[in-house]
């Protein structure tokens, strides 16, 4: 069932998203050559304690083959995609880092995801972002009151093809609210016109996550958890939790003004 947000329900979630964007703060001026992946994921837990928040990622088990997630964070380093596991792998020079995070606070979820290279950047990993995030700036502006779901997929998986890279929508956006992953889903590539109605107080996760490579396809390591490119390209993923509102889209994942 897909529900629809009253304003004092939105202003909380944003309230949980500026959580998820003070976490993102936290980890990103950590983030270097040399620091633990365990690091990070530890900041991420003192921001949250900070909050009075918790995490939806900590425990998160999906399917009942599923090892509990066991960390705040999702940290994915270079083929790595997507729901890499904070282990004790220590960043390198030159490494692409994409960083999941969410919240839960007082009853409602936020969740957001950036990707920024590690120590000196790669030109071909900073057009890799940019194509990424203009994905995702499309999809939020296609995220108004009239448009359908399709109209949001369409617009991120135009924006991807173009560069280039590989789209698979196996996994993708989805509905946030009370939990992390409700209805409806949202895909990274779509026919504009189709699928659910976007009314106000609709809140969805748009996130575009892409493969360098070009290639669709991926795999997944025994841990159950960790998604990489099958080609070993790199992978980049953006994230924003946001509402659609009469006055246009509201990202409640933003950072605080």
Do not use: K
């Amino acid at each position: 069932m897909i529900e629809l947000r009253t304003p004092g329900e939105l202003d909380a979630m944003r309230a949980a998203g500026a959580v998820v964007a003070d976490m993102h703060a936290a980890v990103r001026a950590l983030a270097a050559p040399g620091v633990r992946l365990t690091q990070l994921d530890a900041v991420a837990r003192d921001v949250l304690a900070d909050a009075g928040a918790t995490s939806p990622f900590l425990g998160y088990a999906p399917m009942s083959t599923t090892p509990p997630f066991p960390g705040v964070l999702c940290l994915s380093v270079n083929d790595v995609a997507l729901h890499g596991i904070p282990t004790p792998e220590v960043l390198e020079d030159g490494d692409l880092l994409s960083v999941d995070a969410g919240a839960t606070l007082d009853g409602w979820v936020g969740d957001a995801a950036m990707t920024y290279p590690i120590g000196t950047p790669r030109p071909e990993d900073l057009q890799l972002i940019a194509t990424t995030e203009a994905a995702l700036a499309a999809g939020i502006a296609a995220a108004v009151v009239g448009n359908r779901i399709g109209d949001i997929s369409a617009a991120i998986g135009a924006v991807g093809r173009a560069g280039g890279v590989g789209i698979n929508t196996d996994q993708g956006g989805h509905g946030v609210g009370r939990t992390m992953h409700e209805a409806p889903s949202v895909p990274n590539e779509g026919r504009p016109g189709r699928g659910v109605p976007l009314r106000a107080g609709l809140v969805i996760a748009i996130e575009p996550w892409f493969l360098a490579g070009g290639s669709d396809d991926y795999t997944v390591d025994a841990d159950g958890w960790t998604l990489r490119s099958a080609d070993g390209s790199r992978a980049a993923h953006v994230e924003h939790t946001v509402a659609v509102t009469v006055d246009g889209p509201r990202i409640l994942t933003a950072p605080r003004d």
